[in-house]
């Protein structure tokens, strides 16, 4: 079982962003080994995660790629979209977890890069960092979509928190 190991004492000192990150760790260390020598980790691995570990994975590399900059959201949001098991399993990760907020803009996003014609498969995908910088109008509203985001993440993070403490054999092995 991918599991993260702690003390006792760290899980009832960490904050929710901290654990989350713990747990995530070896699902993302598992990910690298496995894709890095030529698997498939979505064929394989994921589908033996339990259902919090697949909606954390799903959330978690999201979440790592579009909280640095505007330009990353809209970016890493086009390149989940046009991979539809990743966007799907996104959306079906935060409803796991109880969350309204990030879904919402998630969702939101959906409809301004489809609005936009933006590709819903990697084989058209030619979406750029820059395309905010050369379409204001876009600009604009991925900005507003991003500061939206940067509000709505902090319950987000806790609700995940709060799903792997009611459930922690899913995620986690505690030393004493």
């Not at 899980?11 to 498939?40: H, N, W």
């Not at 991979?83 to 919402?104: E, I, Y």
């Amino acid at each position: 079982m991918i599991i993260a190991n702690l003390v006792r004492e760290q899980l009832e000192t960490m904050d929710d962003q901290s654990l989350g990150a713990a747990c995530f760790a070896p699902l993302i260390r598992t990910y690298k080994e496995v894709e890095g020598t030529g698997g498939d980790f979505a064929g394989t691995v994921y589908k033996q995660l339990s259902k919090g570990q697949q909606a954390l994975f799903a959330f978690w590399t999201y979440y790592n790629h579009i909280r640095e900059s505007e330009a990353d959201l809209y970016w890493w949001s086009a390149y989940f979209m046009a991979n539809p098991l990743r966007w799907k399993a996104l959306q079906a990760s935060l409803s796991q977890f109880g969350d309204s907020g990030t879904l919402k803009i998630v969702k939101a996003m959906e409809s301004v890069l489809s609005e936009r014609g933006h590709p819903r498969s990697l084989a058209n995908f030619d979406v750029s960092f820059n395309d905010l910088e050369n379409d204001k109008q876009l600009s604009a509203i991925v900005s507003h979509h991003y500061d939206q985001l940067l509000s709505a993440l902090p319950a987000t993070l806790g609700s995940i928190a709060n799903y792997i403490k009611e459930h922690p054999d899913d995620f986690l092995h505690i030393r004493p």
